[in-house]
């Protein structure tokens, strides 16, 4: 037995109908890609199709029913994030993911005007472990305003190393953008911590919560974030939805990123004036459905309880690494301890490439991620081009594991690893 599993696991399944659909040769699916796309429950595609079915039409723009029913739909989904981060519902801005929730960051301090506003002799301060989409969009801010990019390294157990930390956070900090938890070596970072380090020399903090929302608590308020940003379609949402949330005195004082309808309030032909926020960050027709599911999403995941889901993951995470640690030559990037980690869980196998790991368990009807799941700074450190990862989330079981420690133990005997 597993203890700290979500009660009731087998039941909470059957809410998840790709899970049980079988694969080529009729073998059974084991999904251990959540941590690249969460799979999705029936009631998140049943309120998708219902909003197409009878309620669709552009929001806030009709004038008839339908408009009236869908504008209301988009708005309810905008409650139901800020809920879910404790947050207030006019400070939640959807956008289509988490990297253009981060690029939206990433301008408008570039382009913003007086104290915000990002330039030459300032510094960003990033990490070694960040998804491309909180490391590039950066890189461009400081190439394009002749600020300095810097970052913390880290440690050999995958850990941020923070003992520069007064070295690389100093008066001439501007930003520091950091991921939650790693999205390749599952480290969950101390935000909090750095985030106050960070404000006591006047920075912004921008944090990627888009690992950290499907499987921990947030809330913004206790976070450390003046910007967090996170995506639909890990939260067992649809593709197509992001979301960055903004302390209201600081999204109020950032230019518009995108110009178009809806974000106005009036427009001349010499100069126009801008919505409030969120809106003024919502230009064009939005990602209506994609709210719709997204609100549907964190209600399913609120019921569950985020502290359930949490519990769930580290017992599944811990049962994972014992697993794994009876594999022959298999080294695994990141904490060793499961309760200083997410559910992603990288690894090599000596001898064998990791795309060749990922077919032979697909072979085995089990679906992992290989390659440098958009981290390559942290490959890198660690002296790797690539690497295998699987990732659970609240609907994985233990067997699911054991299946994939046993499809390991076939890969090394079919390569004739001994």
């Known amino acids: 037995?597993?203890?700290?599993?979500?009660?009731?696991?087998?039941?909470?399944?059957?809410?998840?109908?790709?899970?049980?659909?079988?694969?080529?040769?009729?073998?059974?699916?084991?999904?251990?890609?959540?941590?690249?796309?969460?799979?999705?429950?029936?009631?998140?595609?049943?309120?998708?199709?219902?909003?197409?079915?009878?309620?669709?039409?552009?929001?806030?723009?009709?004038?008839?029913?339908?408009?009236?029913?869908?504008?209301?739909?988009?708005?309810?989904?905008?409650?139901?994030?800020?809920?879910?981060?404790?947050?207030?519902?006019?400070?939640?801005?959807?956008?289509?993911?988490?990297?253009?929730?981060?690029?939206?960051?990433?301008?408008?301090?570039?382009?913003?005007?007086?104290?915000?506003?990002?330039?030459?002799?300032?510094?960003?301060?990033?990490?070694?472990?960040?998804?491309?989409?909180?490391?590039?969009?950066?890189?461009?801010?400081?190439?394009?305003?002749g600020a300095t990019l810097r970052w913390f390294g880290l440690t050999d157990d995958g850990q941020l190393d923070l003992t520069n930390i007064d070295e690389l956070i100093t008066e001439r900090t501007k930003v520091v953008a950091l991921t939650w938890v790693s999205n390749m070596l599952g480290t969950i970072n101390p935000?909090?911590?750095?985030?106050?380090?960070?404000?006591?020399?006047?920075?912004?903090?921008?944090?990627?919560?888009?690992?950290?929302?499907?499987?921990l608590p947030v809330d913004v308020t206790t976070s450390g974030a003046d910007l967090l940003a996170f995506t639909g379609h890990k939260v067992v949402g649809p593709t197509g939805i992001g979301v960055l949330w903004g302390k209201r005195e600081l999204l109020e004082q950032l230019p518009p990123f995108l110009g178009g309808g809806e974000m106005i309030a009036t427009v001349e032909m010499e100069r126009s004036t801008y919505a409030g926020i969120p809106h003024k960050f919502e230009a064009g027709t939005p990602p209506i459905v994609e709210a719709v599911g997204l609100g549907a999403a964190v209600d399913y995941l609120s019921h569950i309880g985020m502290d359930a889901i949490h519990a769930h993951e580290q017992a599944i995470t811990a049962y994972a690494l014992e697993g794994l640690a009876t594999v022959p030559g298999l080294t695994v990037l990141g904490p060793l301890d499961a309760t200083q980690r997410g559910g992603a869980i990288s690894f090599e196998i000596d001898g064998v490439h990791p795309h060749d790991v990922a077919q032979v368990l697909d072979s085995r009807g089990i679906a992992v991620r290989a390659g440098h799941h958009c981290a390559k700074p942290a490959h890198k450190r660690f002296g790797v081009q690539s690497s295998t990862r699987m990732s659970s989330y609240l609907y994985t079981t233990p067997a699911e594991i054991d299946a994939l420690v046993d499809g390991l133990e076939y890969t090394r005997s079919y390569f004739k690893l001994g």
């Open 1 to 145: 037995m597993v203890g700290g599993l979500l009660p009731e696991l087998g039941v909470l399944r059957k809410d998840f109908p790709i899970l049980s659909r079988t694969l080529a040769g009729g073998l059974p699916l084991v999904y251990l890609d959540s941590a690249n796309t969460s799979q999705k429950p029936q009631c998140v595609i049943d309120a998708m199709v219902d909003h197409l079915e009878r309620h669709n039409a552009n929001v806030a723009r009709a004038m008839h029913q339908l408009g009236a029913e869908s504008s209301e739909a988009f708005e309810a989904a905008r409650d139901k994030v800020a809920a879910f981060i404790n947050a207030p519902r006019d400070e939640v801005i959807f956008t289509k993911n988490a990297s253009e929730a981060l690029n939206l960051a990433a301008n408008t301090l570039a382009w913003a005007r007086g104290p915000l506003q990002v330039g030459e002799g300032d510094e960003v301060v990033i990490t070694e472990m960040e998804h491309h989409s909180n490391i590039v969009p950066w890189q461009l801010l400081t190439q394009r305003t």
């Open 191 to 215: 935000v909090a911590e750095i985030a106050r380090r960070a404000h006591e020399v006047g920075a912004i903090v921008v944090v990627d919560a888009s690992q950290a929302a499907p499987q």
